[in-house]
Nanobody, 121 residues
C-alpha cells in the first residue's frame, strides 16, 4: 500500500501565493508520473498540472504562467507553487501519482485525500 498525503492548503487573499506538497509513503515503490487535480463544488475534477518521471510538465490553460509543478525524487514528493491566486482557483486540490510496487512492479494509480484551497476576493 502507498499513501499520498497533501499539505499546504489554506485561506489566502487574491493575488497571494501558496505552495502545496504531496509526499508518497509506504512499502517499496517507485513513482512514474505525478499530477495535481482540483475540484470545485458542482464541477468536474480537472487536471491542473502534471509532471513525468523525466521532468516534462504540462498545465491547464487557466493556470499557465501562475502555477509551477516540480518534484523531488529523493523525497518522493511533488510540489505545486501557486502564485497570483484568483478566487476561481478555490477548490479541493488532489495529488495523483502512477506508482509501481510489489514483486512485479505493478503499475497502480493513487489519489491523495485532498487539501482545501480558498482564495478570497
Amino acid at each position: 500500500q502507498v499513501e499520498l498525503v497533501e499539505s499546504g492548503g489554506g485561506l489566502v487573499q487574491a493575488g497571494g501565493s501558496l505552495r502545496l506538497s504531496c509526499a508518497a509513503s509506504g512499502s517499496s515503490f517507485s513513482i512514474d508520473a505525478m499530477a495535481w487535480y482540483r475540484q470545485a463544488p458542482g464541477k468536474q475534477r480537472e487536471l491542473v498540472a502534471g509532471i513525468t518521471s523525466g521532468g516534462s510538465t504540462n498545465y491547464a490553460d487557466s493556470v499557465k504562467g501562475r502555477f509551477t509543478i516540480s518534484r523531488d525524487n529523493a523525497k518522493n514528493t511533488v510540489y505545486l507553487q501557486m502564485n497570483s491566486l484568483k478566487p476561481e482557483d478555490t477548490a479541493v486540490y488532489y495529488c495523483n501519482a502512477d506508482i509501481r510496487g510489489g514483486r512485479f512492479h505493478l503499475l497502480m494509480n493513487y489519489w491523495g485525500q485532498g487539501t482545501q484551497v480558498t482564495v478570497s476576493s
